[in-house]
């Protein structure tokens, strides 16, 4: 990696012209050597590649070296015929090429006339022989009879080494979920507009991506990848859409759950009610035959369920105390149920399990034309429409979290093939919105009305482990992209090259209920709050930026058995400029520090260049291939690449405010509550008077104004064998390491002993620059056995480590550190950090029973099983002292920390081997506790999933499957995280788990 300095613009302005910035690769790249019987290379051969689906027909000629080229082939089967004089014709059919393939085959031409001919049935290649990357195709097998809950693609994504989930958050090669690009047919597809995920924020849609009823292959790419990626530290999640055909198919289908087929949840005495219905179906096929084709889709669900929901709530003796001392906290106390589970009566919380009404609902459609305008030309433009809607209920029974959300999104691709040379042209367009309200925001001051929206909603109590608050929140914004690569072949090198300019927007609308804290019971009784925290929100504004960049890269072919890759790009992120639709505010308004002793801020930057942007970001990629025995079974792969990304949205949105003196948020200390008289209640719109009347500073959010792009060196080095037709092994190490990520701090903590803060002109403020660094090290391990005796089937294997200073992220995340001087010493491993990962796949067609009488056939032919086995090490878990100074955790006295019964006794954490920090007058912790961050692991987990399916034919043409899928087969307990809050009763208590056996019952009917 090279970073030169910005005041070059001479240099910056050559590297500005264009590229691949948020460009996925969908096509595939085909390389063919054309010899004769002794090895002597054919020039001039013809070679025609024709799409067995579509007919559409793509030509080259093989070169001096007996090469030819096939760039930019959309994923398809294909048959290849190669000609030339004195030759037979070789005819290879059903070559299947997937997206993001790079595939080379040496093709022996027999001596004979060309009126004989030479026909091979092709099959997948086992081994990758021409680059460098790490890359996992889950083909159409895989996407449409693997177990999938809900038919949701994110459930195929951890079918592969180094990938984790979390709902719809993707983490490859320990580069956080900011690390991955989230793509569908190659644009831009993240449901979250301010950081790549599957999901839309809060994960809430079941759909995520697009529908499987539209998906060909998921592509995953991690690792040392060509350049024309970007904006990906760890790697690319990239979804291919299926497309129409000379053929009609089509597709209905039903999925149905009931409270009925499932095990009861473990920590319920009954099964909640459940009632799901997902429907839809699709038609595919020709519009004119050989020339247009289409794909329409259609997609929804209903669900009426019960859901489990858990947590800490006040006894009936700190009730009636509370209500005694204040009468004013009646009103937050009516929102919270009484402890239903065993407890200490004369305690001050237990635990409340039950359930509450979700409701979620979705209308999904695609539509996909593609036009073979000519043998030259091709494009295609693929359609996608969500509209779900989602409740989910809480605790307190008032404060159900409901959803709204809106996704239009469209990618089309242009292509244009010639004999030395192929463009292709692509547009993207990706719109996120999302609203979401938490019910509780709908309660209002019972004794006076609001000025504003939100100034007078009801304050919240955040105490000895239990609480409740919410807010109400418009996200999203639509993004738009622009694509140009050219490929073409000189010699032995393979040059593609282009440009992009991508058009990134974020929006929100923003205010939040008063969170109100108190350290102690006796601070709750005195109302003395430790902690108030006012979000007096934002007016709607939409921030955009714009980015641009530029890739070159040259796969050299020096011999037939070694293939160099190289690739160089740099990428242009420039920073991020809010206003509302009249131009006016809220605006961004940044500001840095003049030193880090006092917090005294630098003057407010310009309103339209809120931190500086990053122009030169030059990244080089190297790698090889080499097949040491020639002939494509062994090969020996490796390399290094450099990987920028950009800023996530997310962190900008608290630096954007409606005024200079109106903050997003401020956050006041006891000292300070004690200083300024408050109490509880308080409203937004009383304490904005004292904010913004200069008495006490709000609690800005500070971006480092010369922030720069964070990145990441990845290095590989793997071997891959195949051991036989249709099995392959590969192993690998792949690490990564982490530079000038992006972390916040809290800055302008009170002094634990004064209570004073060193600017006092301000409250506390989130600090963003780029403190973090990451270390990702894994050996990676996967054999696979592709269709053949009815049987597909996979396994992978990670072990792997992570370790950072921060979150080990590049997104909203934050240090956990309570020093903001001494980083160093919060190393440890990065969130979400699994030691082993271990996952099965496998499709298994059990035989026809074909010359079996009618009746044994119908009975016992026709089966099929399919399994996906996922068992993990758990991750790290942070135990937190809440007190006056965030960050702060407990003291480890010795002793074994967690405990061997724990699955006996929901007892995980061993209270006897911990002990709170002891605290001052002012609510903070006198020292900082000696236990460090993330320093101990959860509970790890395994389940299987499985599916049964009978295949009906009907005629030739006609199929109805009968499925029955079953998500935690063995109904195994799979524990979740326990209390980490050392102040809560339930501290070191497990109070859930990751869900009880479900059975989902399919009908699908294809033609």
């Known amino acids: 990696m090279v970073r030169y300095p910005k005041n070059r613009p001479a240099l910056a302005a050559a590297f500005l012209m264009a590229a691949s910035l948020r460009a996925q690769v969908t096509t595939a790249t085909f390389y063919g050597i054309v010899t004769d019987p002794t090895g002597a290379v054919v020039a001039g051969a013809a070679a025609t590649l024709t799409n067995e689906g579509t007919q559409a027909v793509l030509r080259q000629t093989s070169d001096a070296a007996g090469e030819f080229a096939f760039n930019f082939v959309p994923p398809g089967s294909y048959t290849l015929r190669v000609q030339a004089t004195g030759f037979k014709v070789s005819l290879n059919k059903g070559i299947p090429l997937s997206a993001a393939e790079s595939l080379r085959r040496t093709f022996a031409l027999e001596v004979g006339a060309v009126s004989e001919s030479v026909e091979v049935t092709s099959q997948a290649a086992l081994v990758n022989t021409v680059s460098a990357e790490q890359r996992e195709s889950i083909g159409t097998t895989q996407v449409q009879e693997l177990p999938l809950s809900r038919r949701n693609v994110a459930g195929l994504v951890t079918l592969s080494t180094g990938v984790t989930r979390s709902g719809g958050d993707v983490y490859l ?76 198919h089509g597709s209905l289908f039903e999925n149905f759950r009931a409270e009925n087929l499932n095990a009861r949840l473990q920590f319920l005495s009954t099964k909640p009610g459940v009632t ?131 996704t239009d999104r469209v990618s089309a691709i242009f292509t244009y093939f010639k004999s030395r040379w192929t463009s292709e042209s692509r547009y993207g367009y990706n719109k996120n919105v999302v609203d979401r309200l938490d019910a509780i925001f709908n309660v209002k001051d019972p004794n006076r009305a609001e000025n504003k929206a939100g100034g007078r909603r009801l304050p919240c109590i955040n105490a000895l482990g239990f609480g409740g608050c919410g807010e109400i929140l418009t996200l999203g914004a639509p993004n738009h992209s622009f694509d140009q690569k050219v490929a073409f072949i000189t010699g032995r090198h393979s040059l593609k090259f282009g440009g992009v300019f991508f058009r990134r927007s974020i929006g929100r609308a923003n205010i939040e209920n008063p969170d109100i804290r108190f350290q102690n019971e006796a601070d709750l009784l005195a109302n003395i709050p430790n902690l108030v925290q006012m979000t007096f929100g934002t007016d709607l504004y939409t921030a955009r930026s714009k980015e641009w960049g530029m890739f070159l890269q040259d796969d050299f072919r020096v011999n037939k058995k070694l293939v160099v890759n190289f690739g160089i790009r740099n990428d242009y992120f420039g920073n991020y400029v809010a206003s509302a639709k009249d ?167 009170v002094n634990p002993l004064t209570g004073i803060r060193p600017n006092p002109a301000f409250a506390r403020m989130d600090y963003w620059d780029n403190a973090d660094s990451t270390w990702y090290n894994s050996w990676q391990t996967s054999l696979r056995y592709r269709m053949s005796n009815r049987l597909t089937a996979n396994i992978h294997h990670t072990w792997s480590k992570a370790t950072a200073y921060g979150a080990g992220d590049v997104g909203w995340t934050s240090t956990n550190t309570p020093n903001f001087y001494d980083l160093r010493s919060n190393h440890a491993l990065a969130d979400g950090s699994v030691l082993h990962v271990f996952n099965v796949d496998a499709v298994y067609e059990l035989p026809r029973l074909g010359s079996s009488t009618a009746a044994v056939r119908h009975a016992l032919g026709g089966w099929q099983v399919s399994t996906i086995f996922n068992a993990q090490t758990g991750a790290g878990i942070n135990l937190s002292h809440p007190t006056g100074i965030s960050g702060t955790r407990p003291d480890y006295l010795g002793g074994q920390p967690i405990l061997d019964n724990y699955r006996g006794t929901l007892v995980y954490l061993n209270r006897a081997a911990f002990a709170a920090v002891p605290e001052n007058n002012l609510g903070n912790a006198i020292r900082l506790g000696n236990l460090g961050r993330n320093a101990l692991r959860g509970p790890g987990r395994w389940a299987a999933d499985v599916s049964f399916g009978k295949n009906f034919s009907i005629g030739e043409r006609y199929r109805l499957q009968i499925r029955t899928d079953l998500f935690n087969a063995f109904n195994h307990t799979n524990y979740g995280n326990p209390d980490t809050n050392i102040e809560s009763a339930n501290f070191g208590r497990i109070t859930s788990t990751a869900g009880a056996r479900e059975i989902q019952l399919n009908a699908r009917f294809v033609f």
Not at 196 to 222: C, D, H, R, T
């Open 173 to 248: 090669n320990g580069a956080g979920r900011g690390g991955t690009s989230v793509a569908v047919d190659g644009t831009d597809a993240t449901g979250n507009p301010e950081r790549p995920s599957l999901a839309m924020f809060g994960g809430f849609n079941y759909i995520n991506g697009i529908s499987i009823e539209a998906v060909g292959e998921v592509q995953i790419i991690k690792g040392v990848i060509p350049a024309e990626y970007t904006r990906s530290m760890g790697g690319n999640l990239n979804i291919i859409s299926r497309s129409g055909s000379n053929q009609f």
């Open 276 to 406: 799901f219905n997902q429907f839809g179906g699709s038609l595919a096929g020709p519009i004119l035959k050989d020339r247009l084709f289409g794909l329409f889709v259609y997609e929804g669900y209903r669900e009426r369920a019960f859901a489990a929901v858990s947590g800490n709530v006040p006894t009936e003796r700190l009730r009636n105390d509370m209500l005694r001392a204040v009468p004013a906290y009646k009103t937050f106390l009516d929102t919270l149920p009484l402890p239903n589970q065993p407890h200490n009566t004369a305690g001050t919380t237990g635990q409340f399990i039950g359930a509450g009404s979700r409701k979620n609902t979705d209308n999904h459609m695609v539509i996909k034309p593609d036009w073979r305008i000519s043998d030259s030309m091709s494009a295609s433009v693929t359609f996608t429409r969500f509209r779900p809607t989602a409740e989910q209920p809480r605790v307190q029974p008032i404060n159900s979290r409901q959803f709204t959300g809106v």
């Open 583 to 749: 131009g006016g505010p809220p605006h961004a308004y940044n500001r840095g520090f003049v030193d880090f002793a006092t917090f005294r801020h630098t003057p407010i930057r310009p309103i339209d260049n809120p931190f500086d942007s990053d122009g030169i970001n030059i990244a080089p990629r190297v790698g090889f291939s080499y097949n040491p025995d020639g002939n494509s079974r062994n090969v020996i792969r490796g390399g290094f690449s450099t990987m920028f990304t950009n800023m996530a949205g997310e962190t900008v949105t608290q630096t954007v405010q409606n005024s200079l003196v109106d903050p997003f948020r401020s956050a006041f200390s006891r000292a300070e509550a004690l200083q300024f008289g408050l109490k509880y209640p308080q409203y937004n719109e009383d304490v904005i008077k004292l904010v913004a009347g200069g008495a006490s500073g709000g609690s800005p959010r500070v971006i480092n104004p010369q922030i720069v792009s964070p990145y990441a060196f990845n290095l590989y080095f793997g071997i891959q064998r195949q051991l036989s037709a249709a099995m392959a092994l590969e192993t690998a190490y792949a690490g990564n390491r982490g530079v000038k990520w992006h972390t916040s701090r809290q800055a302008n903590e």
